[in-house]
């Protein structure tokens, strides 16, 4: 197994962790915080999706499935590329409302099926290439996509402990 399939290995495992989070909640459990101002199933999984989109975005030179398609709005948000959840206080995280499971579950599908398309073409040179000059030292491509498994990974796990909290 080389260093690409172990990437495509760890995304491949996502989708059901964030199914498991959210399948068969009402919008009113999506929006539940286990305390004022804590955050909720629905923004955990909408944080972990939009933080992917941008980053596969930028990687692309391509714009965010968010902006492009029909999902802001389902979020009751407006399509701004730039808010990822990164930096929110408690009032922006109360205003992620998902209309539905459905919602969070299609915007996760349809980005992590940008990611394996991503993935199925990479070499492992394209994995050293660095992606992010604003770090020190620079991020690779691999290191990027690392990160982008561990965030969703620690924020699916946060969304699957709150629900086992309702």
Known sequence: MDAKDILAEAHGRLPELVGQAVDGL?????????KPGAN????????????????????????????????APRFGLKADPSDTGYGHGAAQVAAVAPDSAEALTGYYRAVHERTVEFLRGLTAADLDRVVDRAWDPPVTLGVRLVSVIDDDAQHAGQAAYIRGLL
């Open 26 to 34: 009402t919008p009113d459990q999506l929006r539940w915080a286990p």
């Open 40 to 71: 909720t199933i629905g923004w955990l999984v909408w944080h972990l999706t939009r933080v992917q989109d941008s980053h596969l975005a930028e990687l692309l030179d391509a714009e965010q499935i968010y902006v492009t398609g029909d999902w």
